[in-house]
């Protein structure tokens, strides 16, 4: 497997979900595995695999093994996967606080869920965009959700210019990238 370099926006998130992939266990569900085609190396995580990896997406192609939509997962899931690995999906979900409820009935006990999200970056579709969070923000919808041992941290950055207060002069700011989480269910 090819690797992106940290200064990329992919290196980092790679970086943070193998930095995690041993709190994922043997039975892991991703969500959001949809590759647009084959030669997007730089999007799987299935080499992180201890075992089972079933990735799921609302839209068939490469990389899923089931079509489903996280909001309503298959019943007969109940407390079945060891870990869960959701990256770069939460902005793209209408509802996050019916969807990571509904992630945690899916996993075991104990089990641990690792978060990759966006606080500034550029609206994109597949299909839809909704959301944009915060440390806390996150935080707060995984609490909600039930789970616990939650740790979230920023990573990479933009730099940005603005006026703040009708000042005569533009301020820097610098503004993080993503948001990144684990939680344990």
Known sequence: MKH???????GRIRAYIARHADKLGTDVL???SRMTNPDTWWIVNRDLARGQWTGIDMQPGH???????????????????????????LEH????WLALPELRRVMQPG?????TTLFAF?????????????????ALLLEDAG??????????AIDIRLNDHGEDHACSRRLPMHVFAVAQC
């Open 4 to 10: 992106l370099p940290l200064s990329s926006v992919r």
């Open 30 to 32: 991703e969500v959001g």
């Open 63 to 89: 990389g899923v093994d089931r079509v489903a939509d996280m909001h309503s997962l298959p019943g007969d899931w109940g407390g079945r996967f060891t870990g869960v690995l959701c990256s770069e999906v």
């Open 93 to 96: 979900v209408a509802r996050p």
């Open 111 to 115: 089990a641990w869920l690792v978060v």
């Open 122 to 138: 550029p609206e994109h579709g597949f299909p839809d965009d909704f959301y944009r969070y915060t440390r806390n923000g996150l």
């Open 147 to 156: 789970f616990r041992n939650v740790e979230t941290e920023y990573d990479g």
